[in-house]
């Protein structure tokens, strides 16, 4: 078996610590820092390559990352969707420059640092503290076939331990944020007003009643909490109007739903039926992934052209733009766009 494979290493203890685990059973393991951040980082991926003895190369994502990811990003939010790029970024961009590293150094297998598990044809969830399988729903999967994933079985604990024991630098450095782009302490949608023209001001409403203003749809998700009670009750985001760039609120008991919709359902485990039992996220949590009767709907050509979810018990304020990660036990299925309701 060819025992040669390319591990993204980046500048956290995750990845250090599954580059050195995949050392440990054998593996001839070639680095790849997808550079998207400052000096800083990219020496502390270097020096985690040093301390561990592995080949790093470095490669500059951040134009790619910039047309594929962040430009999407905008262009999103100014439609009153809710993205999360990680989903989008790991089939994309950060997987297939791992496997065009694989093939110039002759290697056969990737792997990351994600907390999900592998048995070499299917994605399982990790462990259940760190589970991260919710941000490979939208895999291919020839990626999932090539992907080794040390971590899938540990904890956060465990990982920094090992770092500690085996002297890395990074080992107690804070956790990654999930929009890598938007720098450190900055809320995102202050940065999408630095690089991008953002939606101005305009109407809120309760019903029928226009209650106040917002200062922009994209500094909201469905979901959100409303700055101003209504009677004494607090109000939520549950609906967002981009061609009226308005707002729609209700009480917290009517952001409840029992029925999602799907749209873009991209499956890594095809399903045999066009109805069946599953189980949904709708963010990235572990507390929420109810049981539901997955419906495929399809067009007269037999295309699957939207996927409805049906839930056993409500799904708190679904938003749309997010993915929605369908698992069957610990198997990660696949994942969809959330459609706004009609």
């Known amino acids: 078996m060819n025992r040669k494979i390319v591990i993204g290493l980046s500048d956290g203890v995750d990845s250090a610590v599954a580059a050195y685990l995949l050392k440990q059973d054998g593996w001839e393991v070639h680095g790849v820092y997808l550079d998207i951040a400052g000096e800083k980082e990219k020496q502390d991926a270097q020096s985690s390559a040093e301390k561990l003895g592995i080949e790093l190369t470095v490669t500059d994502i951040r134009e790619e990352r910039k047309t594929r990811i962040c430009d999407l990003f ?36 990737i ?93 809120v409403f309760f019903g029928e009643r226009e209650i106040g203003m917002h200062d922009g749809i994209h500094r909201y998700t469905v979901g959100m909490r409303w700055k101003e009670d209504m009677d004494g009750r607090r109000l939520y985001v549950t609906g967002i109007d981009p061609e009226k760039n308005a707002l729609k609120t209700d009480k917290w008991e009517n952001t409840f739903t029992n029925r999602v919709l799907i749209y873009s359902m991209h499956w890594i485990e095809p399903p045999e039926k066009d109805q069946f039992e599953a189980s949904v996220r709708v963010r990235h949590t572990r507390w929420e992934e109810p049981v539901c009767r997955v419906t495929l ?32 036990g610990d198997m990660l299925l696949g994942g969809g766009f959330v459609m706004p309701q009609k």
């Open 297 to 328: 709907e399809r067009n007269a050509a037999g295309k699957n052209v939207r996927t409805v979810l049906e839930t056993e018990t409500p799904l708190r304020a679904p938003a749309p733009g997010q993915p929605a990660a369908l698992y069957r």
């Open 111 to 203: 792997a990351t640092g994600h907390y999900v598990r592998t048995d070499g044809k299917h994605l399982y969830k990790g462990n259940k503290d760190n589970d991260q399988s919710y941000m490979f729903s939208m895999l291919q999967r020839n990626q999932v076939e090539r992907l080794v994933l040390p971590l899938g079985e540990y904890d956060k604990t465990d990982v920094r331990r090992i770092a500690e024991e085996i002297g890395l630098t990074v080992s107690q450095k804070p956790d990654s944020r999930e929009n890598c782009f938007v720098p450190k302490g900055m809320y995102y949608a202050d940065w999408l007003e630095q690089h991008y023209e953002m939606p101005g001001p305009g109407p």
């Open 74 to 109: 905008a262009d999103w939010y100014t439609q009153g969707l809710t993205m999360n790029p990680c989903v989008l970024c790991n089939p994309w961009i950060k997987l297939p420059s791992l496997i065009k590293r694989m093939r110039e150094v002759g290697a056969e297998k």
